[in-house]
């Protein structure tokens, strides 16, 4: 005789009813707060781990697997989660008469994993310009160490290296962005003019 299998408790499973019923309980808590004058109440344990959940399992999906930013992806969406959860609307009527609150945080996190795509793609770019503007060298360790030198020096030395290459980055995004609001067009020569 064959045993049934216990079915396995999915790792990001959200259930929708009880995360929605939550949802609305806080949201009414907070406006009674509000209209009595008291301290607003702070997001139960259960909605934060529920946002965690949904931005999570969201970003196993095969459109955003792949990225290697993804646990920023994820925070992103916990954060607009949070600062989006008074806008959800407790009297909204879907199909079932129910509210769906799983529907309209997967909507947020599914935004904000686009919005942290388009801003890393942005740094992407910057950094790529900047390659070609600097050169390779700018990126190569040239720094000759002596078996004397101790590791505190090495580690000194090349945190210097790093942090100067990264605010000269930041100084080149800085250019770049001045010159686009001005609208200069032409060969990237002309951002280093000034």
């Known amino acids: 005789m064959k045993q049934k299998r216990e079915k396995r408790k999915k790792e990001h499973y959200v259930n929708n009813k009880?995360?929605?019923q939550s949802v609305v309980d806080y949201v009414t808590s907070v406006t009674e707060a509000r209209n009595a004058g008291k301290?607003?109440?702070?997001?139960?344990?259960?909605?934060?781990?529920?946002?965690?959940?949904?931005?999570?399992g969201l970003s196993h999906k095969p459109n955003f697997v792949s990225y290697t930013?993804?646990?920023?992806?994820?925070?992103?969406?916990?954060?607009?989660?949070?600062?989006?959860?008074?806008n959800y609307d407790i009297n909204k009527a879907t199909r079932t008469?129910?509210?769906?609150?799983?529907?309209?945080?997967?909507q947020i996190s599914y935004y904000a994993f686009l919005r942290r795509i388009a801003k890393e793609k942005r740094q992407q770019d910057?950094?790529?310009?900047?390659?070609?503007?600097?050169?390779?060298?700018?990126?190569?360790?040239?720094?000759?160490?002596s078996d004397s030198d101790?590791?505190?020096?090495?580690?000194?030395?090349?945190?210097?290296?790093?942090?100067d290459r990264d605010n000269k980055l930041k100084e080149f995004g800085k250019k770049i962005k001045n010159k686009a609001k001005r609208k200069?067009?032409?060969?990237?020569?002309?951002?280093?003019k000034d």
């Open 126 to 145: 910057i950094k790529e310009l900047y390659i070609d503007y600097a050169g390779a060298g700018a990126f190569m360790d040239t720094n000759k160490y």
């Open 97 to 106: 008469g129910l509210p769906n609150a799983f529907a309209y945080f997967t």
């Open 18 to 20: 009880e995360f929605s």
């Open 69 to 86: 930013y993804r646990e920023e992806m994820v925070m992103d969406a916990v954060e607009n989660s949070i600062k989006a959860i008074m």
């Open 150 to 163: 101790s590791i505190i020096e090495r580690i000194r030395v090349k945190t210097a290296a790093i942090r």
């Open 39 to 56: 301290d607003e109440p702070i997001i139960p344990n259960y909605i934060g781990e529920c946002f965690l959940k949904i931005a999570e």
């Open 184 to 192: 200069v067009i032409g060969p990237l020569d002309q951002f280093f």
